[in-house]
């Protein structure tokens, strides 16, 4: 069975090497061996070194970090949203509770301290951690409305299971209800599962290595935000709608915005059925099969992305139109606008070439996607100390 990993932080610091291409050269895998050397080198130093300023240009990061005393205005991080999800308030209104107890995980009754005990209240509750620890969980995590779990400056909760929203509905940032155990369904592995919620915001998490998917979002699911995440080593990353028959998931709306879809990828970045789903500024530096797919007419507004794509001559496709034949998913709204696409990559679209067609799918403005380095440099759960700017 395979370790499950959450890492959750909402920090971000930049440190970012511009790549860029000016003339064509002989052998294409060249250049894409040297992205991911650049981006993965990137990567690893941003995570020693921090910050060099304070601001990148990612909208969500500069709302917040440049400010010093940020652990004392912990609750303005509610109003840095953006997208579809950006009435996600979460616990904005309620106290802050601090977890002290990274053991005791107990189901059936939950210990006070515990992470636990915090999600499943009644209350708006700001989640914070006391120090950095390791959370081993025995059950999957359901939380209960208007609930924020904040990982800054504990640089980072490593939960052994999963998170899982109520099937309520309500309001939360990485959200879900008390009275839970015993009447839920089985976990089917995903390392987030919003289940018919609502004004949810996922940010600054790093994934990898779930039973099934990363993020999933189903059942009715809507006004969702996915940002500055950072995913690797995993097959079916995001899955977007529950089924083709499935008809309350035509209202689903949801932003993916300057994630890092990184090394050891599969599929599903993300895939989608019925809704609306705006693909931006997001860097793709790895996928086996396909990176972005859907079936049952989803429209799919992709702008400002970074595609490189894999050394497999059969993988070259970002699009993936699945479960109909062309003359039906030729009628699907799905665009390319201003992606970058690199090493061969091709993005197919179809449906309406009209704009008026993805004004559904539009909930903010798209970067240029030669931006997309230092935009995505800080996603991921990242360090984070308390008394510093981030």
């Known amino acids: 069975m395979q370790t499950k990993k959450l890492f959750i932080s909402i920090v971000s610091f930049l440190l970012y090497a511009p790549l860029i291409f000016s003339s064509p050269v002989p052998d294409p895998e060249a250049i894409v061996e040297e992205v991911h050397k650049s981006i993965n080198a990137s990567v690893a130093a941003r995570r020693k070194l921090g910050y060099l300023s304070c601001t990148t240009g990612n909208p969500i990061d500069d709302c917040w970090r440049c400010d010093p005393h940020w652990e004392t205005h912990r609750q303005r991080l509610a109003d840095c949203a953006i997208g579809f999800g950006k009435n996600a ?14 053991g005791n995980d107990d189901p059936v009754t939950p210990k006070p301290g515990t992470l636990r005990y915090a999600v ?11 120090r950095d620890m390791t959370i081993r969980l025995k059950e999957e995590l359901i939380m209960n409305s ?9 640089i980072r909760a490593h939960r052994r299971r999963a998170l899982r929203d109520d099937p309520r509905g309500g309001n ?8 839970h155990y015993g009447w839920r369904t089985v976990s089917d592995g995903d390392g987030v599962s919003i289940f018919g919620g609502s004004h949810v915001w996922v940010d600054h998490c790093s994934l990898s290595n779930c039973e099934d998917g990363l993020i999933d979002a189903i059942m009715g699911s809507t006004a969702i935000t996915l940002s500055n995440n950072y995913m690797t ?39 989608c059925r019925h809704g609306y789903f705006h693909v931006v500024n997001n860097d793709y530096t790895h996928w086996e099969m396909y990176a972005i797919g859907g079936s049952a007419n989803p429209t799919i507004n992709s702008q400002g992305n970074r595609f490189v794509a894999p050394n497999i001559r059969f993988s070259k496709e970002v699009t993936k139109h699945e479960d109909a034949p062309e003359s039906e998913w030729r009628r699907w ?12 990559a091709f993005f197919t679209p179809s449906g309406g070439a009209a704009s ?9 403005g798209a970067r240029p996607s030669s931006l997309v380095g230092p935009l995505t440099v800080g996603s991921g759960a990242l360090n984070c100390r308390k008394g510093s700017r981030c």
Do not use: C
């Open 172 to 179: 939360a940032m990485v959200r879900s209800s008390p009275r």
């Open 89 to 102: 308030i979460g616990g904005r209104d309620g106290r802050i509770y601090v977890v002290t107890d990274s």
């Open 233 to 271: 080593h995993h097959d079916k990353v995001m899955l977007l709608g529950h089924s083709d028959t499935y008809a309350r998931d035509k209202n689903m709306q949801i932003t993916i915005a300057f994630n890092h879809f990184g090394e050891g990828l599969v599929q599903r970045m993300p895939r």
């Open 146 to 154: 208007f609930k924020t779990i904040d990982g800054r400056g504990a």
């Open 356 to 364: 008026s067609s993805y004004a559904k799918a539009s909930s903010l």
């Open 120 to 130: 499943v209240q009644d209350e708006p509750l700001w989640i914070i951690f006391q």
């Open 333 to 344: 709204n799905w665009r390319s606008s201003g992606d970058l696409l690199l090493n061969g």
